[in-house]
Nanobody, 134 residues
Framework: EVQLVESGGGSVQSGGSLRLSCVVS????????MGWFRQAPGKEREKVVD???????NYADFVKGRFTISQDNAKSTLYLQMNDLKPEDTAMYYC????????????????????????????WGQGTQVTVSS
């Protein structure tokens, strides 16, 4: 069973920093897309950043230059370093995973396994609260 467990949230003043962690268990394949999302009270959930297994990242404009995603595959852990935090960053933060699926591709004389993302983050952690005061 795939499980994602976040930690590292807390309360900080404006301009402060936090580092969130997300430990992934139950999955040891080398292909995935992992993401950090957040949801503030009364607002829709929004994606903060995602990273694929090749290390390519996509940041939301509102965190560019302030937040950094990273991963330690040896520890099966995803991180989100958050600097220069603002009150509007206050939200529950979630990590999520798109573990994709494999198909067999005919490569002429044989078959090769090809990984494709589903396009949907299927696995979610329970969230960790980040509160930034002015």
């Amino acid at each position: 069973e795939v499980q994602l467990v976040e930690s590292g949230g807390g309360s900080v003043q404006s301009g402060g920093s936090l580092r969130l962690s997300c430990v992934v268990s139950g999955y040891d394949d080398t292909h995935y897309i992992m993401g950090w999302f957040r949801q503030a009270p009364g607002k829709e959930r929004e994606k903060v950043v995602d990273i694929d297994s090749d290390g390519r990242t996509n940041y939301a404009d509102f965190v560019k230059g302030r937040f950094t995603i990273s991963q330690d595959n040896a520890k099966s852990t995803l991180y989100l370093q958050m600097n220069d935090l603002k009150p509007e960053d206050t939200a529950m933060y979630y990590c999520a995973a798109d573990l994709g699926f494999y198909t067999l591709q005919d490569v002429g004389g044989g078959y090769r396994r090809h990984w494709t993302p589903t396009g949907t983050f299927t696995y979610w952690g329970q969230g960790t609260q980040v509160t930034v005061s002015s």
